[in-house]
């Protein structure tokens, strides 16, 4: 029993799995002092981000055949291997227009992020990892953190219209922020509690005074019932008592050191250099908890990526190249289609890399990836391709989901729940929805 | 969790037996109906028999309508509703089962702090706070006691005493406390109140039938409670609260004076909505998955909006036209969207939203039973499903349950439905209907749901199936048709049609099944139903007004004083 | 489930696998529209009417020029080729990608630029015939579309200013295919089966626009003297199924602008409708700005199968000017309210759009204006129009009119979104 981690207590309560867990099933997680769980000793706090990759993908290279669990890797996620288990893979979910016009690679992207299309960079409401981290990212030195890694100063991360979150572009300066002036030491940060939990635990107490009473008025059989509407209730008390107690300190952490001069251009190789570096940072920063929500930014929506070599960028040759008979598809295009996945592998590594309580930091993100088309020649955003990664047991990984043409905002409602916002419906038009992907949930 | 409730055995649900499977199906259907047709002919309501006082969970669509009514329908509600359970063939029924698991509270509660949130919030509190702090640092006593009883009793849809709203009042001095300022420690009384099993759980109180010794019967506000919730899915209103408390409910005139309130008032269509929702099983759209090659005009919208339809034609007839309830199986009046009107292959000009249709008259199409709302909800993915239609048409409108099949049947004929010798789905049944295990049951669902072969597994209209011609004719307990108009006639006049509708509608109303000694009650509302013209508020009307609609049976023991039927529940706080 | 739009046509003699660009299955795309056999006629046809939504649309033209060798002497130049071959074009040795990247976007830059500092694509008459924008000027190969002006002529046979012009012979050998647009996009590497102009149906299926035919007076489907025929703009986005397939029997509301509806007659025999000219215009989309697609006398000559599929040309003239804003120049480029776009996104869109699909906008309007074959200027005798021809296909539909629209149940039917 000692052996089961935190999550697993948590990825059942959250997923309605563990319906009629008894109490004494429960205290064996915690210590003697009936507070804190056992092992670490601590909490461990969840993170949310987006990784973003540009001109979307060749969908006959990416969509695996088959939906669940079962599915074979098409060949440009064949890098992904290694987090198959970690990734759930979403096709053919829609950003839906009505009628707004679709401005290329800006359209799809926030009408992804904020449940709305637009026809500019004139968003109508935050984008999700705002949303995100309001609710999440109060207590941290930075409320989110926004790189770009191949030289573009851009971001897709809006608090509304006019007002981006505005990226980092060079890994020294990333550094200098993060790590520079007004970094403290992680473990000696003091912690308050937040007195909202303190008075939403009272407020689930007093709901336990009125048991005894209850019980009386009952007849036997809805007893049995009443006494679950309560072990329950005690079962809500006891997630938020975790909340009081401080944070796991940080285990393992070392500050890294400046990162070298690099150069700052959108030569594929500079970029996946870049990005690596900057990935590893931000990885740092997440786990010494100076932010909870970060945005990635690996190619603009206009990608500017270019072989060494050659002058036509990504977003050039989606327009430009000619199919390949043989192929049937872009043959240059394909290339950096599939470096996009390998850059996200190598994000994946950086996260996975830093080991946390009885997993990895990986275990304690939730990364939602996506591009801001499908087939960028036709400027398509009907099914883009979305991925979310890790997710804490908070949402189920391993599968890969056919959206048949159902508002992309599904996903996006979905992750925000994941994250524990109280959020019900979300988007706007024919996006406005309220149906969670339950698949992810079960 | 789950409790099985256990009840006398029960006439209602006749279970069509395997044994009776064998026999000529019209003749045992007979012969069930005349078991239960044995009442005396008078239309005086029999003696009160009554059930079991209930534990009843709120369904979401309840929640919701609570938490419009006394706040405003425009609060958001940030949760998600664990699936309801269906029992006895109603989800109504699973209410008075269903347990309470840590998810269901989590989402309860997150439920509770996005309304009290929004009600506190600046926008809101002018309206629905009732009173005006001194100043927000200061803790106002008076304003606190002025929320609490406010909205406990609306919340808990029964008066408190001072004493029972102490604790709230505290919440709220203790929130202000701790965020220093009143209206978070406003929010969080509130939260406290949602959270109360109370609010979430219709809870049914009872008394002693003065008039009938030996007999219990609900108290006021549990009266109100399932009077409310049956004809308007939603909370006792504040004058229904009113009457309650004033002992109204129990007189038989203040009880009609409530009853034809309600039934007049917009929020009656709430309460048939309801019931329809629950009776035709709905919440199986949720699940229902349909090809997008074979059915490529099938979308989460479609099946959204094919529920849709189903309502709005039951309600414009019920309630707007205040039709015959059988004409549901033979109207050709309906609504359509775009995305429908694809399906139906009819013009919609309207561009978003319904406008009224019509089904032409040349494709059969008549009654909500040849809708996409039924006709693909019970089909399979890539075809239709003559079985599964005549099964569902016996269960949803003749409350007649067929057995499941038996095992080690072999199903790979009816699962190639492109199988060039057996082009139609009539041929490869004729397989089912000639192996002995199976026949039986067989010839009770397929020749309904034959005739329904014209609709394909999406409810589009054809006339061929793999090429070859549909037969579509069938028969329904000995009157045989040729078409699905045939089959619509044959359900408007079957008699089981009406007395199905009735028994669902009471058991829906009470919760949960009937009793072997109601039967004599349930007769009476048939015959109440037929002399009113099958108009459905008026049945909704027999029952709420009829003594053993409060009545609760003497064998069970009320207050306190319960048996412990075996099981045995700790009673002391858990530490 | 697939992504794209099924937008292409099979061109004999290519090899080409196109997952995505898969034919559209008529059969499970029509399996709902199934003939109603016990019924009286087709399920598409009542009372005489029948309804259509283009559901596929692409320019009638040729196969590559790589198979047909319509291009003996290469292919069009776009402006970094031209750049290129220009003097100091050439990457020199030591030159870094970004230095030669910085000068290759300046030299086109002056390459798309008039002497005045005007952006060349909004002003092509200011610039001169592109010796780099080549043109098929072969007749000797089949080429899709149909005979418009009824005579085989060749540009020897009429005198100038009479619009002489060389026909083609079509894909069955039959002569007098009149299709000089074909003449003049054929050696252009994005118009053939690999590149990207002639998927422009890629923004109707996303919804942006649409086109839709009606029938009236129809008798037999096989063989009518005399039946009506609307063509109209859609002014709702098409219906799709979650695999990207135009659905049949959607219901369409068709433009009420007479600017956009054209009204003929034609006739049907052995199953194929001819109409008599009508002009036709239609919006488009092209970088989010509202464009117009024009047609002068345009005739439709489609097959009717008995599902209530069309198929088959939409063909007629594109004045000059027409022509070169819908396809290049984008001149006249509206905005989603009906204002003219800024100048900086007509003007942007169009030189990028020269740049990346390989086309200087002087040198296409010079093709145009030289390869014109129709409505002589009665004055000058030049050409003004262009002959241009669609390969179209159409699926059953209802195409109402707005009058058509009943009170909306909106305000009473709430609760029905997703």
């Not at chain 1, 079962?70 to 064949?78: N, Q, V």
């Not at chain 2, 040849?370 to 569902?392: E, M, V």
């Amino acid at each position: 029993m000692k052996n089961l981690s935190r999550r697993t207590v948590l990825r059942g309560a959250l997923k309605g799995a563990g319906v009629g867990v008894a109490l004494p099933f429960l205290n064996c997680f915690l210590d003697d002092s009936g507070k804190a769980f056992a092992g670490t000793g601590q909490r461990l706090p969840m993170r949310f981000g987006t990784w973003i990759w540009g001109c979307g993908f060749i969908p006959e290279l990416w969509i695996p055949a088959s939906t669940g669990t079962d599915y074979e890797l098409p060949a440009h996620l064949l890098p992904l291997e290694p987090y198959r288990d970690r990734l759930a893979l979403l096709s053919g979910f829609d950003v839906k227009l009505d009628g707004v016009p679709n401005k290329p690679h800006i359209t799809g992207c926030f009408g992804l992020r904020t449940g709305i299309p637009v026809p500019d960079s004139n968003v109508k409401a935050p984008t999700i990892d705002v949303l995100v981290s309001d609710a999440i990212g109060r207590n941290t030195r930075f409320k989110s953190l926004e790189i770009s890694t191949s030289g573009i100063q851009r971001s897709y991360s809006y608090r509304s219209a006019g007002s981006p979150n505005p990226s980092e572009i060079s890994p020294i300066a990333l550094y200098e922020r993060i790590f520079g002036e007004g970094f403290q030491d992680p473990g000696a940060a003091s912690f308050k509690p937040d007195t909202q939990d303190m008075i939403h635990h009272s407020v689930l107490s007093a709901v336990s005074d009125d048991r005894h009473r209850l019980m009386n008025v009952v007849g036997a059989e809805d007893r049995a019932r009443l006494d679950e509407f309560f072990t329950s209730i005690r079962q809500l008390e006891q997630q938020i008592a975790l909340q009081l107690e401080p944070p796991a300190p940080i285990e393992n952490f070392v500050k890294p050191d400046a990162p070298p001069q690099l150069t700052l251009d959108s030569e594929m190789g500079n970029v996946m250099e870049t990005h690596r570096i900057m990935a590893g940072l931000l990885a740092k920063a997440l786990q010494c908890n100076q932010t909870r929500v970060f945005n990635v930014l690996f190619s603009d929506t206009t990608s500017n990526l270019r072989r060494p070599g050659t002058t036509t960028t990504h977003h050039t040759l989606t327009h430009e190249e000619p199919l390949d008979p043989e192929l049937g598809h872009q043959r240059e295009v394909a290339w950096f289609a599939r470096e996009s996945m390998v850059a996200w592998r190598e994000f994946l590594d950086e996260l996975a890399g830093i080991p946390e309580g009885d997993g990895t930091l990986l275990d304690n993100c939730l990364v939602l990836a996506h591009s801001d088309c499908s087939i960028a020649k036709a400027h398509a955003v009907e099914g883009i391709p979305t991925m979310i990664a890790g997710g804490g047991g908070l949402l189920r990984t391993g599968v890969h989901l056919a959206g048949k043409g159902d508002p992309i905002s599904r996903v996006g409602l979905t992750v925000q729940q994941a994250m524990g916002l109280q959020v019900e419906r979300w988007g706007s038009l024919s996006m406005e929805t309220n149906r969670t992907i339950t698949e992810l949930l079960s | 969790m789950i409790v099985a409730r256990s009840v006398l055995p029960s006439c209602m649900t006749r279970k069509i037996r395997l044994s009776v499977c064998f026999s000529i199906a019209s003749i045992c259907l007979a012969g069930a109906l005349n078991g239960c047709n044995s009442a005396d002919e008078t239309l005086a309501e029999p003696t009160p028999v009554g059930g079991p006082p209930l534990m009843r969970r709120l369904t979401e669509s309840q929640y919701r309508a609570t938490i419009a009514d006394i706040f405003s329908a425009e609060i958001p509600i940030a949760a998600r509703f664990e699936r309801g359970v269906r029992a006895d063939g109603l989800l109504a029924i699973g209410t008075s089962e269903a347990g309470m698991s840590p998810f269901s509270i989590e989402q309860y509660d997150a439920a509770a702090r996005s309304v009290a949130s929004a009600v506190v919030s600046e926008q809101w509190r002018k309206q629905l706070v009732p009173c005006r702090p001194q100043s927000e640092t200061v803790f106002d006593e008076g304003c606190a006691t002025a929320f609490v009883e406010h909205y406990a009793p609306r919340l808990m849809r029964r008066t408190l005493s001072t004493q029972e709203l102490q604790p709230y009042i505290e919440l709220v001095r203790r929130g202000h406390r701790q965020l220093d300022n009143f209206y978070e420690g406003l929010k969080f009384a509130l939260i406290g109140m949602m959270m109360s099993p109370e609010f979430l759980l219709r809870i049914e109180n009872t008394e002693p039938d003065t008039e009938m010794p030996g007999l219990y019967q609900l108290d006021d506000f549990s009266r109100a409670t399932r009077l409310s919730y049956f004809l308007t899915n939603s909370t006792p209103d504040s004058e229904l609260l009113r009457a309650a408390a004033a002992g109204e409910l129990k007189t038989r005139e203040g009880l009609a004076g409530q009853v034809d309130r309600l039934i007049a008032s917009p929020r009656f269509e709430d309460g048939v909505r309801a019931f329809f929702t629950d009776m035709l099983e709905f919440e199986l759209f949720d699940d229902l998955a349909k090809d997008p090659v074979i059915y490529p005009a099938f979308n989460s919208q479609v099946a959204a909006e094919a529920q849709e339809q189903i309502l709005l034609t039951i309600t414009d007839q019920l309630i707007g036209r205040n039709a015959d309830y059988r004409d549901l199986f033979i109207t050709r009046d309906t609504y359509l969207t775009r995305d429908l009107g694809i399906v139906y292959r009819l013009p919609v000009a309207t561009r978003k939203g319904w406008e009224k249709s019509e089904f032409p008259q040349d494709t059969g199409r008549a009654g909500i039973h040849t809708t996409i709302g039924f006709l693909a909800l019970h089909s399979h993915p890539g075809r239709s499903s003559p079985t599964l239609r005549g099964k569902a048409i016996r269960e949803v409108f003749l409350c007649q349950e067929v057995p499941d099949p038996p095992p080690n049947v072999n199903f790979s004929v009816v699962q190639e439905p492109t199988s060039t010798n057996m082009p139609t789905a009539r041929d490869r049944l004729e397989e089912h209907r000639t192996q002995a295990a199976c026949a039986g049951c067989h010839k009770i669902m397929d020749p309904l749901g034959l005739t329904l072969e014209n609709f394909d597994g999406l409810g589009a209209y054809r006339t061929r199936e793999n090429g070859a011609p549909i037969d579509s004719s069938g028969s329904l307990d000995g009157t045989e048709f040729n078409t699905a108009e045939g089959l619509a006639q044959a359900l408007h006049d079957h008699p089981e049609t009406p007395r199905c509708l009735v028994e669902k509608m009471y058991r829906f109303a009470v919760g949960r099944d009937t009793v072997w000694e109601e039967r004599p009650y349930m007769d009476y509302l048939v015959k109440m139903f037929e002399a009113e013209s099958y108009r459905v508020p008026e049945l909704m009307r027999t029952i709420v007004l009829s003594r053993n609609f409060f009545a609760i049976s003497g064998v069970r023991q009320y207050g306190g004083e319960f048996q412990n039927a075996g099981l045995n529940i700790p009673m002391e706080e858990t530490p | 489930m697939q992504l794209l739009y099924a937008t292409n046509w099979d061109v004999p003699g290519m090899t080409r696998k196109f997952p995505l660009f898969r034919a559209a299955r008529w059969s499970a795309l029509l399996a709902a529209g199934q003939l109603t056999a016990a019924q009286a006629g087709p399920a598409f046809l009542q009372d005489g009417e029948a309804g259509f939504v283009v559901s596929h649309i692409e320019y009638a033209l040729s196969d590559d020029a790589e198979l047909n060798g319509a291009c003996p002497s290469g292919m069009t130049g776009g402006l970094q080729e031209i750049f290129a071959a220009s003097p100091g074009g050439k990457r020199g040795p030591d030159e870094s990608d970004e230095q030669y990247v910085a000068r290759v976007q300046k030299g086109t830059r002056t390459l798309s630029t008039t002497s005045d500092g005007r952006a060349l694509c909004m002003h092509p008459e200011a610039g001169q015939p592109d010796p780099y924008f080549r043109t098929v000027q072969r007749s000797d190969i089949a080429v899709f579309g149909i005979d418009l002006d009824g005579e085989i002529s060749n540009s020897d046979s009429k005198k100038h200013g009479t619009c002489a012009h060389d026909d083609f012979s079509g894909r069955n050998g039959e002569p007098g295919i009149d299709n000089q647009f074909y003449r003049v996009v054929g050696c252009s590497r994005s118009f053939q089966s690999t590149g990207m102009s002639n998927s422009f149906s890629t923004e109707m299926l996303t919804g942006s626009w649409g086109i839709l035919l009606r029938l009236r007076g129809v008798d037999d489907i096989a063989n009518d003297d005399d039946v009506e025929v609307g063509l109209y703009y859609n002014t709702d986005p098409i219906k799709l199924s979650p695999g990207r397939e135009p659905l049949a029997y959607a219901s369409y509301i068709a433009d009420s602008d007479s600017r956009f509806r054209g009204e003929t007659r034609g006739r049907i025999s052995n199953g194929v409708l001819t109409t008599e000219p009508v002009d036709v215009r239609f919006r488009h989309v092209v970088n989010s700005m509202v464009l117009e697609r024009f047609l002068r006398d345009a005739r439709l000559q489609v097959t009717l199968s008995e599902q209530g599929e069309l198929e088959g040309y939409l063909s007629g003239y594109t004045p000059v000017e027409a022509m070169y804003d819908q396809q290049f120049g984008y001149r006249n480029g509206k905005t989603g309210s009906g204002e003219l776009a800024p100048l900086k996104l007509r003007s942007g869109s169009a030189t990028g759009a020269a740049f990346v699909l390989g086309h200087t906008c002087n040198g296409a309007y010079y093709a145009l204006l030289e390869h014109a074959d129709g409505h002589p200027d009665p004055a000058t005798g030049e050409c003004t129009s262009i002959s241009t021809q669609y390969r179209i296909r159409a699926i059953p539909a209802f195409v109402l009119e707005d009058t058509d629209s009943p009170e909306s149940l909106n305000p009473v039917v709430a609760g029905t979104a997703q």
